[in-house]
């Protein structure tokens, strides 16, 4: 089907033009004449842009003010709640996500997406988190000691499947007892880790507050620091002279903070502390030049599903251009966490499409309620009923 006379909206800039959609890829972008039989929907005056990627989604949590409810569950009640997340997230227009594991359900969500039988985005994901003995995360990830267990930790989650590998440096901040200033990993445990990961061609990403963390694990060689909530400047000169994407992940401090009464006494303190030098080093690193992959850590408390987008206006309020922070969560996010076809609207990429009614790099907030959403091709979702039946109706013709 060849959609035409829409604004296009992707890394590659804004411009006029048609798209052809062929067999769930873009065949062509451009200037394009329909051919004989092709069906053609007519999108003058609305705007299409790929698919949003999150780097960085819990599919396993829902918002809840502590783990404690999802450590509960069975692997089987686990991987429902994961599934209907999952759609939740597809549904607000998010076509490809790097989720952070859970015991080892992750895995078997993102292959059942892929083959159809539940709907989501184009998923990467891991197992268990590795942290350190009682560290942040322990309940759902897989405590280490010592560089050699590091190793078996890491060996664990590629027999299992995993796509990467998070670690966590530093502590948290919905961990009790856990400080994400400190350090948390010894460095020879986090350079197994990264060693590790990499021999076996998976990419890391570490969960990192304070800023020695971040500099140890871009020291041992990370791609993706999750976070990145008290950088100092030599921090934030290690992200730019080692090529690391950060992952800022503004919409989890944004949630807590507005709902501090209900959290806990620990994540309220140690939130409003750090919630301010989030938004200080978020600003320092962008002016710096630092590589920003847009993520919404959606599960964290009060941070839902679905509320995706939020994560642009964020980073477009505290230091992006409106179109630089669409970027940084389509293309950069995409090429971050390793979702080939995605992101762009390159010819050969996955048809994984929104369609909106407004520019939304003149108002991003448009990009909360995605007209239509398409995935492979087909129409998912979306509250723009006349422009979804079109293209529901031409891509079953093609
Ligand atoms: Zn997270």
């Known amino acids: 089907m060849l959609l035409r006379d829409a604004t296009l909206v992707d890394v590659a800039g804004i411009r006029g033009g048609d798209l052809r959609v062929a067999d769930g890829r873009i065949e062509g972008v451009g200037d394009l004449e329909p051919g004989g039989d092709e069906a053609v929907v007519d999108l003058r005056g609305r705007t299409v842009l790929p698919g949003l990627v ?19 569950m069975s692997d089987a009640e686990l991987a429902l709640v994961e599934a209907r997340n999952a759609r939740k997230t597809l549904e607000a227009g998010v076509t490809g996500a790097r989720v952070m594991g859970a015991r080892d359900v992750d895995v078997h969500v993102r292959d ?38 590091a190793r078996r930790a890491v060996r664990e989650q590629a027999a299992r499947g995993a796509d990467f590998i998070k670690f966590m440096v530093t502590g948290g901040v919905t961990t009790p007892g856990s400080d994400p200033g400190a350090v948390a990993l010894t460095d020879a445990e986090v350079e197994a880790i990264v060693d590790e990961a990499h021999r076996r061609g998976l990419h890391t990403a570490t969960h990192a507050h304070g800023t020695d963390g971040v500099k140890a694990a871009v020291a041992a ?52 502390a750090v919630y301010e030098r989030h938004l200080d080093s978020f600003r320092r690193a962008v002016d710096a030049g630092v590589r920003v992959a847009g993520g919404t ?4 408390p009060f941070n839902m599903h679905g509320a995706n987008a939020a994560e642009v206006r964020f980073m477009s309020e505290h230091g992006l251009e409106p ?10 996010a995409a090429e971050a966490v390793g979702l080939d076809g995605q992101g762009t609207l390159d010819p050969g990429t996955h048809a994984d499409l929104l369609v909106l009614e407004s520019d939304p790099t ?27 039946r079109a293209l529901a109706d031409a891509s079953d013709d093609h």
């Open 221 to 272: 060689g990370v791609d993706t620091v999750e976070h990145g909530t008290l950088l100092d400047d030599e921090a934030i000169d290690m992200l730019v002279s080692e090529d690391v994407t950060l992952v800022p992940t503004l919409s989890a401090p944004h949630h807590i903070v507005r709902n501090v009464d209900a959290v806990t006494e620990e994540d309220r303190t140690q939130t409003e």
């Open 297 to 300: 850590d959606a599960g964290t």
């Open 362 to 388: 003149e108002d991003v907030t448009a990009l909360h309620d995605p007209g239509v959403v398409l995935k492979a091709g087909a129409v998912v979702a979306g509250g723009d009923v006349r422009t979804k």
């Open 54 to 72: 999150d780097a960085h989604v819990h599919f396993s949590l829902s918002g809840e003010r502590t783990v404690g409810d999802v450590v509960g």
């Open 112 to 149: 059942r997406i892929a083959t159809g039988d539940i709907p989501g985005p184009q998923t990467v994901a891991n197992c268990r988190s590795i942290t350190a003995t009682g560290g942040h995360g322990h309940h759902l990830g897989r405590e280490i000691t010592g560089d050699d267990d």
């Open 323 to 332: 179109f630089d922070a669409i970027v940084a969560m389509t293309a950069t």
